[in-house]
């Protein structure tokens, strides 16, 4: 007699072999994830992985900010407001709201306009920034094409009629004055008279410069902060497409060399920690026409992806040449307290060729916390330059004030306040503010 076998146990059979089936092939694939996956890539590549940003992000308006605003007065005085200040972002608010009327060329000597202008006026100081037509649109609503480039940052600006016109002058690289009418709301007119927070300055014609220091001692702060240096792999991986094969070469015991074949990057060990210098050879592109625009553009999109801004920072641009081709070196100058710190945590290096980033160098230590103020009295600058010898103040080129670095041991740094003097030989020196001596700080340029 035939036995038939009920159909529900073999469908149960068949169920179990094929759920059999599918766990095998599950085990399988996460075995393969799991050791088939460098473990690197899925913490350090940048993007859908994980950000190698321990900073913050800036928008190319936000970098391209004068170092400081003075204000010359119709009584004949100079005042300094420091850039990081409400009244300093007001102006620059108003202007990008304002247009640039056509304006020409003249002669610095035979200019019908004084320069520079004469009664009050407003000089937005770039530093030694040479603005050309395409960083100056930047700073505007709207401007002209015909602009020429301003050959020392120095950007003028006086009242006219009404408080709705202004007038722009600077000096071009031609040594000519450039000369063009500004139209603004009403709101430029209140930004354009002297706070009262504004600090006393004084104009030193020296043999060589005409250089702006305090009129008489005025208080800055000194800062005990606590430095943070972050891990350098991930920052390093970020530089590369992909990183898995990326080689680490030992140059010495204090400097490695992580490269793809392609472009490199250097981690050498300085004073406050790591410093890193990235290279593309390969990036170098001639006849390419070079806009400081972009390359500022370029410059910021580039520190945004690859660590990001620490502080405020102040930006200078000016044209260089990278292995014998040209492009614009964009250096971006740590702030605190609206003045500058001279030395290796205060500044990063970006050059641009082609509108390609081919070197970039900056610390990766930087002030985190800060733990202590000290108010100080420094030297006025009659009574700084009477500390300098005839022979050495014939052979000035600019006098500035900023912070010089002291390292107090372990993670906490000490910023005092130096006056950075820069004579005709391009040396460089540093003088303590409170007494006119020689400053010699731990981990300065």
Excluded: C
């Excluded at 927070?197 to 000194?222: G, H, M």
């Excluded at 943070?228 to 490695?256: E, K």
């Amino acid at each position: 007699m035939m036995r038939i076998v009920p159909f529900k146990p073999r469908l149960d059979h068949m169920l179990t072999f094929g759920l059999v089936v599918l766990v095998g092939v599950s085990l399988g694939l996460s075995a393969m994830i799991w050791t088939g996956t460098p473990v690197r890539l899925t913490i350090d590549r940048p993007g859908f992985f994980s950000s190698p940003s321990y900073g913050s992000t800036r928008s190319t308006n936000g970098v391209l900010q004068p170092q400081a605003i003075y204000y010359w007065t119709k009584e004949n005085q100079l005042f300094r407001v420091n850039n990081n200040t409400v009244w300093a972002h007001q102006i620059m608010r108003a202007l990008s709201n304002a247009t640039v009327l056509e304006g020409h060329s003249y002669d610095l000597v035979k200019s019908p306009y004084t320069f520079p202008p004469q009664g009050a006026y407003v000089k937005l100081d770039f530093g030694s920034s040479v603005l050309s037509p395409s960083a100056l649109a930047l700073l505007f609503m709207n401007s002209p094409s015909t602009m020429k480039a301003a050959i020392d940052g120095s950007l003028y600006l006086t009242s006219r009629a009404h408080g709705t016109s202004y007038r722009l002058e600077y000096r071009t690289t031609k040594n000519q004055v450039y000369v063009a009418t500004i139209a603004a709301d009403k709101t430029l007119a209140q930004w354009m008279e002297k706070p009262t927070q504004a600090v006393p300055y004084a104009q030193f014609p020296l043999n060589k410069a005409l250089v702006y220091l305090p009129y008489s001692e005025i208080t800055v702060p000194i800062e005990d902060w606590i430095i943070d240096r972050p891990v350098s792999s991930r920052i390093i991986d970020s530089f590369f497409t992909d990183p898995t094969i990326m080689q680490a070469i030992s140059v010495t015991a204090h400097h490695m060399l992580y490269t793809d074949g392609t472009r490199g990057v250097h981690v050498i060990k300085e004073t406050y920690g790591d410093a890193i210098t990235y290279v593309q050879p390969g990036g170098l592109l001639s006849g390419v026409k070079q806009h400081s625009a972009d390359a500022i553009a370029t410059s910021v999109a580039f520190i945004n992806e690859h660590g990001g801004f620490t502080g405020d920072v102040s930006l200078q641009i000016a044209p260089s040449s990278i292995d014998n081709v040209t492009g614009l070196a964009v250096s971006f100058h740590q702030i605190v307290d609206g003045w500058p710190i001279y030395g290796q945590l205060g500044t990063l290096h970006v050059g641009i060729v082609g509108n390609t980033v081919v070197h970039m160098s900056r610390p990766l230590a930087y002030l985190n916390e800060l733990l202590d103020t000290t108010p100080t009295r420094i030297l006025s600058g009659s009574e700084l330059l009477q500390k300098l010898s005839p022979s050495s103040q014939k052979a000035i080129l600019a006098v500035s004030l900023g912070y010089g670095t002291h390292w107090l041991g372990t993670d906490v740094i000490e910023l005092l306040p130096v006056y950075r003097v820069t004579y005709s030989n391009q040396r460089v020196s540093y003088l303590d503010a409170q007494t006119g001596l020689p400053f010699v700080g731990i981990g300065m340029e």
